[in-house]
């Protein structure tokens, strides 16, 4: 008996040890087999009759330990042979070990370990060694002297008086655990075999799906081309991306770095170029082969979204079939595609806690579908309080919720759609005969306006509303910071001492530069046409403004339009002059210009507009569209011929 010493720390070599990990202890053992070239390996547990493990021992029919190497494989702390050497001496399979530290693990399965190896020894005979340890003494190995057997070669662990984490062991996942490990490596070698607890260990009978893809990379050298390995399990295994060398041996695990809520998976990455990088691969992230992980990642993700897109459509089809899902036929616009999209992503997210019940599962749907419809932002406040999801899903609701190209988009479209069906009604209230006679300028075509500020152009907000030239004045100043100058305005007057009260004052900040724009618009009644009094009562606004003093300011321009639906010929004549904008009637120093507009050059802008999202939405405003949303949204100032 001799006994050999690792130089260093006992509390260094039980870190090592990892005991709180045993079933990666077991994995060690595995491959330290494998290592050997063993073919089969037997994991077997002593349990007592309260399922608590008495032993764990693992035999292996490898080529065992030479007696003369004992003390170089037990004495040092890295240094492996496996650092140097690739593969494996008769079989040439891809080696795991090479850090020197593996035997260190056993401590995690029991206090009390002993390697029992038999193998062929310098002379050819076949020599039986037992080395042994135990945890208080962690860094001493006790070795027998070689005895000369007739027995096949090979070596088996026993671990004794269990060590604090062991009957994790027999918990019902452990298999499967194992089985995700060693998957890649049991494809690619069918003669080899692990059992565990007499069972074999097949990936192909526990996992829920396998799929391979090759992952293109400009740099493979000379070896074959880099491929991507994904096995979904039904359990949670613990989600790794795998290094592995080209059949299937695991060199070192890093994170997959992808999200996907609700699939357990392992992800290896066969490639033998990674065999001549063992050494670096914790630091892989950071070299050249950084690239080619993050392109294993991107198939990765591929990968889940594709598989989110057939689990999707199974749910949506059962709940066709159940007649649950709350939509009929197919989009008949691409508004209504948008929107059904959203409510498919965010129902099958949710799927597992909607009720058990088909009614009320049927009640939630629908209550689902009708808030995506008309306020997304506001669903996840909704869903949480109604199914207190778990955070995994909690963030993947929130990340579908953010995504501009969903409720963004249905905001837009719903938007876009209204637009149209307003400038619908628009011209019901300014062109058809039976209605525009009726319409008040102030008290039913001003109010509704006011709120509709975009016919106007998109960049305006509105800044005053049927008020004074002074509250104008007011408006301008704080626009352009000018607050404290307020308190000791003096009045606004037109030319002839009247105060004026203008109908809308629009405004809009400068795109790329410091100021403001303004945008004044004096509304007739339909069946008032534009002339000479109603372009002096403009004018009379603008000169107000121009000759103030108190405007002046080199920031800011300003727009003075009257609109009804006709003008004279006289006005029409300065609407038309070649020197000027269409519309514009006057043009003064000071940033000042007067136009004359009618509803039709107004509406046909806004068409405009709305022309290309009209196509896409393939929406029809049609007579009821447009007084359905005059009903909805001004119903308070609807003219009494449209309501």
């Not at 795991?96 to 038999?118: I, M, P």
């Not at 995504?403 to 062109?431: E, W």
């Not at 075509?445 to 509105?462: M, P, Q, S």
């Not at 069946?527 to 003093?549: L, N």
Request: charged share 30%; proline share 5%.
């Amino acid at each position: 008996m001799s006994t050999v010493h690792i130089e260093a720390k006992p509390d260094h070599l039980l870190r090592l040890a990892r005991l709180k990990d045993p079933v990666g202890a077991v994995a060690e053992m595995i491959w330290n087999a494998l290592d050997a070239e063993a073919c089969h390996i037997a994991v077997d547990l002593d349990v007592n009759e309260l399922d608590g493990v008495e032993s764990v021992n693992i035999t292996d029919d490898g080529h065992g330990m030479p007696s003369a190497s004992c003390g170089s494989y037990f004495g040092g702390l890295g240094g492996s042979w496996k650092t140097k050497a690739k593969v494996s001496p008769e079989l040439k399979r891809g080696l795991h070990g090479r850090s020197g530290q593996g035997r260190l693990r056993a401590f995690a399965l029991g206090e009390q370990v002993r390697w029992v190896t038999v193998a062929k020894a310098l002379d050819g005979r076949i020599e039986r060694t037992v080395i042994g340890g135990t945890i208080d003494r962690p860094a001493d190995f006790d070795i027998s002297e070689p005895e000369y057997v007739d027995d096949p070669c090979g070596t088996r662990i026993e671990a004794l008086v269990p060590a604090d984490f062991v009957k994790r062991l027999v918990q019902d996942d452990t298999a499967q655990q194992l089985a995700s490990t060693f998957a890649p490596f049991l494809a690619a070698n069918p003669d080899v075999t692990i059992t565990y607890q007499g069972k074999s260990l097949d990936p192909a009978t526990v996992w829920a799906d396998t799929a391979q893809y090759p992952v293109s990379w400009p740099d493979p050298g000379e070896y074959a081309e880099p491929l991507l390995r994904v096995i979904e399990w039904p359990k949670d295994v613990g989600r790794v991306l795998a290094l592995c060398d080209a059949n299937g041996v695991v060199l070192d695990e890093i994170s997959p770095a992808i999200q996907a809520p609700g699939y357990h998976f392992t992800a290896y990455l066969l490639w033998d170029g990674f065999v001549e990088r063992r050494g670096d691969l914790p630091m892989a992230e950071m070299d050249e082969i950084g690239s080619l992980l993050e392109a294993a990642r991107e198939k990765l993700r591929g990968h889940f979204r594709q598989r989110d897109r057939e689990r999707r459509a199974r749910l949506i089809q059962e709940w066709k079939r159940e007649e649950v899902y709350p939509y009929s036929g197919e989009p008949a616009e691409p508004a209504q595609a948008v929107e059904r999209q959203m409510f498919d992503e965010v129902a099958t997210t949710i799927a597992r806690r909607l009720p058990g019940s088909q009614q009320n599962r049927k009640t939630t749907l629908r209550l689902l579908k009708e808030i995506i419809a008309h306020d997304p932002s506001g669903l996840y406040p909704v869903l949480d309080e109604l199914f207190r999801l778990p955070q995994s899903e909690q963030d993947e609701l929130k990340r579908l919720l953010q995504r501009t190209s969903l409720s963004d988009v249905i905001k837009a479209t719903g938007q876009v759609a209204d637009r149209l069906d307003f400038v619908a009604a628009l011209k019901k209230l300014v062109f058809e005969p039976e209605i525009s006679r009726t319409v008040k300028e102030r008290s039913e075509l001003h109010k509704i306006l006011e709120r509709e500020t975009w016919v106007f152009g998109d960049a305006y907000a509105l800044m005053v509303s049927d008020q004074s030239l002074d509250a104008v004045l007011i408006r301008h100043l704080k626009a352009l910071g000018r607050e404290s100058e307020t308190d000791r305005l003096d009045p606004v007057r037109r030319e002839d001492g009247r105060q004026g009260i203008i109908d809308l004052m629009l405004g809009k900040a400068r795109r790329g530069s410091f100021g403001r724009e303004h945008l004044v618009v004096e509304l007739k009644a339909p069946k008032v046409k534009i002339g000479q009094t109603e372009v002096g009562q403009i004018k009379s606004y603008a000169q107000a403004v121009a000759d103030d003093p108190q405007f002046r300011d080199a920031r800011a321009t300003w727009d003075f339009w009257i609109v009804s639906t006709e003008m004279d010929d006289i006005v029409r004549r300065d609407a038309t002059a070649p020197n000027r904008p269409p519309g514009c009637i006057a043009e003064w120093e000071g940033g000042v210009r007067i136009w004359a507009r009618t509803w039709s050059e107004i509406v046909d802008d806004c068409e405009d507009r709305l022309h290309f999202y009209r196509d896409r939405l393939n929406h029809d405003p049609a007579t009821e569209h447009a007084l359905e949303y005059l009903r909805r949204v001004h119903s308070d100032v609807m003219p009494e011929a449209v309501a």
